[in-house]
């Protein structure tokens, strides 16, 4: 009997081959991230769930929550459990989250500088069928262990977001989606997202998002022009002036601990 001609094939074999100029399409359930541009751009239109998503930082906490929060409300909303975060470098800003649709109640923080005890809270983390999502710092982490964690992440069908150095941009990684997060030099109020790893050709230019959602910038208006009214009662800024010195905006300080959002510094 002969071979089959290649041409029979053709039809039903294009159906599910992926080319590398195309931007893949999602092979499972998937999360808007809450922001157009960047849905835009990931395979399915949202963050994958069942697998580890990799963001790359500076700063460990850099623009996290402003990436994450609107996915990570939607994630509580689904399941009903909590949001794990392992190793976070502050406490989050209860108040400000809650505001944004994540309530404090629905965040379980696990504190531990061990390497080894942040893997292995991970983990269990995964495995816990309540848990709507998992955000962990781990800047020590090995591939071999990564790739554990991206196992347990797809057995259990979890959101996974992994925090780490952007100097480990350079190694393999078995993330589905990387991403490197950066502050926009030439444009403080932006943020630059540089996707390293998709399903899909590479972008020739970052996607760019607000570094501060709406209701943050009118806080941060508010608080400027409250600043100057007070200088200006002083006599020590002329009417028509801008001040250049620069001052911190401090949100309710929950539960008296710092955290990252009293850091926020913003011109006057």
């Known amino acids: 009997m002969g071979l089959p ?4 094939f ?6 599910g081959v992926w080319h ?4 893949g399409l999602a092979d499972a359930q998937v999360v808007a991230t809450g922001h157009a541009a960047l849905d835009a751009e990931l395979p399915g239109g949202g963050w994958p769930v069942g697998a580890m998503t990799e963001l790359l930082q500076r700063a460990p906490e850099a623009h996290v929550w402003r990436l994450l929060l609107p996915a990570l409300a939607q994630a509580v909303e689904a399941r009903g459990g909590p949001v794990v975060l392992i190793g976070a470098p502050y406490e989050p800003c209860g108040p400000s989250l809650a505001a944004q649709g994540l309530p404090v109640e629905a965040l379980m923080w696990v504190k531990s500088d061990a390497p080894a005890a942040r893997l292995w809270a991970c983990e269990q983390a995964l495995r816990c069928a309540d848990v709507a999502a998992v955000l962990a710092w781990l800047p020590q982490a090995r591939v071999g262990e990564l790739r554990r964690l991206q196992l347990a992440a797809a057995q259990h069908d979890v959101m996974l977001f992994v925090c780490r150095p952007e100097s480990a941009a350079q190694g393999a990684s078995p993330a589905r989606l990387r991403i490197q997060v950066e502050s926009c030099a030439a444009d403080s ?10 399903r899909g050709p590479p972008l020739a230019a970052p996607v760019m998002l607000p570094a501060r959602n709406e209701r943050m910038t009118a806080l941060l208006a508010a608080a400027r022009l409250r600043r100057k009214l007070r200088l200006q009662q002083r006599g020590t800024v002329p009417v028509g002036d801008t001040a250049t010195s620069a001052t911190v905006v401090r949100i309710d300080a929950w539960k008296g601990g710092p955290h990252a959002l009293d850091r926020i510094a913003v011109v006057a």
């Not at 001609?5 to 029979?8: A, C, E, G, K, N």
């Open 10 to 15: 053709s039809t039903a074999a294009g159906r």
């Open 189 to 198: 109020s932006q943020i630059e997202l540089h996707l390293l790893k998709r």
């Open 5 to 8: 001609f290649l041409d029979s």
């Open 20 to 23: 590398a100029d195309e931007l």
